[in-house]
Structures are given as structure tokens and as C-alpha cells.
């Protein structure tokens, strides 16, 4: 007899696979996502009919309660809140798992065995500590909880003897499967502080690496929950989203120049780190929208390079304008999109996209670096650290080694900004002071609204 | 199906989900995250089978379990389709 159910699961293993697949060109993209959720189904509804003594009022009354949930945020999410987003997802996904493991560990009918009960230590571990960090994080994000990171004294030390504790617990629970549950509930307590503390000293700035680790650890649990339940549906979908929060972390802790120890330990952004251009008094051209208007008349290349403080100010819409009515005027525009740009990975090109402009247009460090140099006139809207020149050849810099956006290649830079207040990193950037770069201070939006109109009156 | 098996089954994935993810280029990497978040709701599976444990506890933690996944599911496929229909050429 032939195992429907397990052949289904291969079936939307394969469907997600191809639908990741199709997610490496914008042109298939939206189909991949539609064949990955068709997988979705196929797994939902082949486990539904696997076994007619379901409990299906509790599952429908789940699954009715989990989709406007779902639904509400998905219609209602602004694409500046997708960070968040992602973070409490990931926490869901983490606590789904942990809770299947729970059950299947609670299980009156079975006595696991070794192998079994620590699997089930492994999904309700990962599980759980994914899903109050996500909820940091979230917090964090939202503003709910100061961005700053929150560190104490002996706080390393704290994390180290809850991961002694946790181990020890995991341990006792494997081992000794069939005694008390005390063990069982002191491993989630302390797996949930665990998640908490972890987070907690972590900044701001660092938070797309946080949440590209926590969407890897959300996958890892899914995958331990299939070595629980022995479900090859649930470890290949699993790792596939594991991997992918891996290779994510990965690119965002390059595109900082950190380790990921570093970013999870190093607590950075709590106080402004001395630097060797703090002291130094950096002499700015400030200009007005009218000169930065002539001076883009008289270019043909244009690269714009768009920060967070472009996002913050909801400036996007009046970038594509500008950069509109430059195309009409006969100049090429390109975007140069910094990996950390946004607050999460590839955050920047959604809101770009967001507000109609082309995704050929956006460019990402690796292949922007080279155009700078041919390039007349960049402007630099609402970023800092990462057109730094000091990550360059400063290697007393807390920002030294860091691949930045060559902007001061240009012939000219333009950059936009509300005040002279340094960056995340707290440096003062020498970019300001160069022969060939002219500041325009002043909000994104106003100074761009105000940077069309003169465009337009040339 | 033993231990040896599913182990095979998760390292291969792994290679599997590297080679293909390594191919997603920067710009659509939010919905990637995104729509990788919605698979993670593969946990329903789980899910519902859990709600089939004995007692009062498994139906609980299977309800609550069935509900986190389908957020997950419904929410990241929905909000990762969103995201890639702004996604124009010229």
C-alpha cells in the first residue's frame, strides 16, 4: 500500500524548493511564492485526511483564528514595519514548534525513547528561545522596548550559568524520560529567560542580523520537531528555512564587518566608541536645493543612495519624482543599495519598489562600486556610515574594514541630511568635509519636494 | 524510518537550501525572509497532529500550536505576495 500522506509531504517539499527557486528573479518571483503556498496546502490537507480520528473542530477553530490573524497583519503591515513583521513571525513559527514538541512529550500514550526524548529537548529548546527573543526583538523594533541595548554587569555570566542550567535540565529529561515533569517545565522556563537575555543587550542597528538568526533558529525548530514527530515534511522544509537564515545572517554580519559573536555579545551602540576623527573639526560646504539643482543639470549620470533616514522620512515617493524628472531631462539614474541599508534584509529595495521605482535600477554594493568612478553627480539621502571613507584606510575607525558605497568617487557628492549628528556608529564622517562634496541640509522629503520643483523650473 | 534516514533527509536538505537561497539575489531578500517564514508554518503539520494526544493538555497545546502556524502561513505567504507585486521594470 502506498503512504499518500508521506508521498503529499515529498510532494510540497518539492513545490517550496521550486518556489524558492523561482524567488532569484523578480519576474517569477510572485509565481514561486503562489507554487510554495499550493505546497502549503497540499501538506495542510494530506495530514487533515491522514487519519480520520482528528480532533477537526479544534483544528478548524485553530486554523479560522490563526488565518484572520494572519490575514489582518498581512493586509495591515506597513512595508517600514516589515522587520517587525518578521520578527513576530519567526516567534510563531518557534513557538508552534515548541508546543508540538511539548505535546508529543506529554503524551500519556507514549514513552519516548532516548533518541526521541532529546530531539523533543532539542525543538522545545530552539523552539522556545526563539519565540520570546522574537518577541525582543519585535519589541525593540516597535519602540516598546528602548532600541538601546540594556546590558548589566554580569550579564555574560548570567547568560552562561541559565545555558549551564539548560543543559544540565536537557540532560536530565533525556535520560531519565519517565520520571517527573519538574525537569520538563524548568527546560522551557529557562530556554524562554534564555531567549530573553540574549536579546535584550543587543542594539538596534544590529537588529537584521538578530532577525536573520532567529528566522534560522524558527526553521531549525521546525526541522527538530520532524525528527520528533519522524515527518520528512517537516525536517526538509525546516532546514530549507535554517539555511536560509543562516546564509542571511551571514551577508548581513559582512555587509557590518562583524562577527556574528561579536554582534550577539559586543553590545555596540551603547556608548559613542573614540575615534580618531572625533576630534578633528571637518569644514562643510552647505548649499541650497537651487545649487544642487545646477549641479545636476550639468550631469549625465546620477547615482542616489538611499539611506534609512530616506524611510524614516517617507521620502521615497519624492525620490522617484526627482529621479523622474532627471531621466526626462536625458540623465541615467541608478540606485546604490548598502546589504545594511534597511532594517532587515533587502529592506531598502521593498520600500523603494513600494513607491514604483524599477528594480533594475537598484544596484547592490557589489555591482554600484565600480560606477562611482564614472559617475557625475552622487546624492546621498539620509546614509552615513555606509559611504564612510574612513572604513577605508582608518584603521582606528569602530567602523574600519566595512564595505562602504564609494561615493566620494564621484565627481560630485550631494548629501542630504537633518543635521550634523553622526551616525549609528557615533563617528563623524570626513565624506562631509571633501573638496568635492556640498551638503544640503534639511528633512528628505522637503528637500527633495523643494529639489523638483527647482529641477523643473531650470 | 530510522535515525540514519532523516538524518540523510536533513543534511541533504541543508545542501539543497543553501544552493538555491545563494541564488536569491539581495533585492528580493525580504521576501525571502518572508516567504521562508510562511514554510516555517510547516509546524501546522505538527500541529495537527498534535491536537490527537490524549487529555485536556494536548488539545490546548495542539490549538495554540495549529494557531501560531497558521499565522504564520496565512500572514507570510499573503504579506510576501504583497511585497512582489510592487516589484516592477520600467
Not at chain 1, 92 to 116: D, H, I, M, Q, R
Request: charged share 15%.
Amino acid at each position: 500500500m502506498i503512504d499518500y500522506t508521506n508521498l503529499s509531504y515529498v510532494l510540497a517539499a518539492i513545490l517550496f524548493i521550486v518556489g524558492i527557486k523561482r524567488l532569484s528573479s523578480p519576474k517569477t518571483a510572485r509565481n514561486g511564492n503562489a507554487i510554495a503556498s499550493v505546497g502549503m496546502l497540499i501538506a495542510i490537507v494530506a495530514t487533515l485526511v491522514s487519519d480520520g480520528n482528528m480532533d477537526y473542530q479544534t483544528i478548524a477553530i485553530g486554523m479560522i483564528i490563526g488565518a484572520i490573524i494572519g490575514a489582518f497583519f498581512a493586509i495591515k503591515v506597513e512595508m517600514t514595519q516589515m522587520p517587525q513583521m518578521v520578527a513576530i513571525f519567526n516567534g510563531f513559527g518557534g513557538g508552534a514548534s515548541a508546543l508540538v514538541a511539548a505535546a508529543e512529550y506529554l503524551n500519556p500514550a507514549k514513552n519516548p525513547s532516548t533518541f526521541n526524548a532529546a530531539t523533543i529537548v532539542l525543538a522545545v529548546l530552539v523552539g522556545t528561545l526563539t519565540f520570546t527573543g522574537s518577541f525582543i526583538a519585535f519589541g525593540k523594533l516597535q519602540g516598546f522596548i528602548s532600541g538601546k541595548p540594556i546590558v548589566f554587569k554580569g550579564q555574560k555570566f548570567l547568560n552562561a550559568i541559565i545555558a549551564i542550567i539548560l543543559v544540565g535540565m536537557g540532560i536530565l529529561v533525556i535520560f531519565q524520560a519517565s520520571t517527573g515533569l519538574e525537569n520538563f517545565y524548568g527546560l522551557i522556563i529557562f530556554a524562554a529567560i534564555l531567549g530573553i537575555t540574549l536579546i535584550i543587550p543587543i542594539g538596534g542597528a544590529d537588529m537584521p542580523v538578530v532577525i536573520s538568526l532567529l528566522n534560522s533558529y524558527s526553521g531549525l525548530a521546525a526541522a527538530a520537531t520532524g525528527f520528533v514527530l519522524m515527518n520528512n515534511g517537516l525536517i526538509i522544509s525546516g532546514s530549507l528555512v535554517g539555511a536560509s537564515g543562516l546564509i542571511l545572517t551571514n551577508i548581513m554580519c559582512k555587509g557590518m564587518n562583524r562577527s556574528l559573536a561579536n554582534v550577539i555579545f559586543g553590545a555596540v551602540g551603547l556608548e559613542a566608541p573614540s575615534s580618531s576623527g572625533k576630534g578633528k573639526q571637518i569644514n562643510v560646504k552647505s548649499s541650497t536645493t537651487e545649487e544642487a539643482a545646477m549641479i545636476l543639470d550639468a550631469a549625465d549620470k546620477v547615482i542616489v543612495v538611499p539611506g534609512y533616514g530616506l524611510a524614516v522620512a517617507q521620502a521615497q515617493h519624492a525620490v522617484r519624482e526627482v529621479a523622474e524628472q532627471l531621466e526626462l531631462m536625458g540623465k541615467t539614474v541608478l540606485y546604490a543599495i548598502h546589504p545594511v541599508a534597511g532594517r532587515m534584509p533587502g529592506h531598502m529595495n521593498v520600500l523603494l519598489a513600494e513607491a514604483n521605482i524599477p528594480y533594475d535600477h537598484l544596484k547592490d554594493l557589489k555591482d554600484i562600486n565600480p560606477e562611482f568612478e564614472t559617475c557625475d553627480v552622487a546624492i546621498v539621502l539620509g546614509a552615513n556610515d555606509v559611504v564612510n571613507p574612513a572604513a577605508r584606510h582608518d584603521t582606528s575607525s569602530p567602523i574600519y574594514g566595512m564595505p562602504i558605497l564609494d561615493v566620494d568617487k564621484s565627481r560630485t557628492v550631494i548629501v542630504n541630511k537633518r543635521t550634523m549628528n553622526p551616525g549609528f556608529a557615533g563617528i563623524q564622517n570626513e565624506l562631509f568635509g571633501f573638496e568635492n562634496t556640498v551638503m544640503v541640509f534639511g528633512d528628505a522629503k522637503e528637500m527633495l519636494t523643494t529639489l523638483y520643483k527647482d529641477l523643473k523650473e531650470l | 524510518m530510522d535515525m540514519i534516514n532523516i538524518l540523510t533527509v536533513f543534511i541533504l536538505a541543508i545542501f539543497v537550501g543553501i544552493e538555491i537561497i545563494t541564488k536569491v539575489p539581495p533585492t528580493l531578500h525580504t521576501p525571502l525572509m518572508s516567504g521562508s517564514n510562511a514554510i516555517s508554518g510547516i509546524a501546522i503539520v505538527g500541529a495537527i497532529i498534535a491536537t490527537k494526544v490524549d487529555g485536556q493538555m494536548g488539545t490546548w497545546l495542539g490549538l495554540i500550536a495549529v494557531i501560531f502556524a497558521t499565522i504564520n502561513c496565512v500572514g507570510g505567504f499573503m504579506v510576501t505576495d504583497r511585497m512582489l507585486k510592487m516589484f516592477k521594470r520600467k
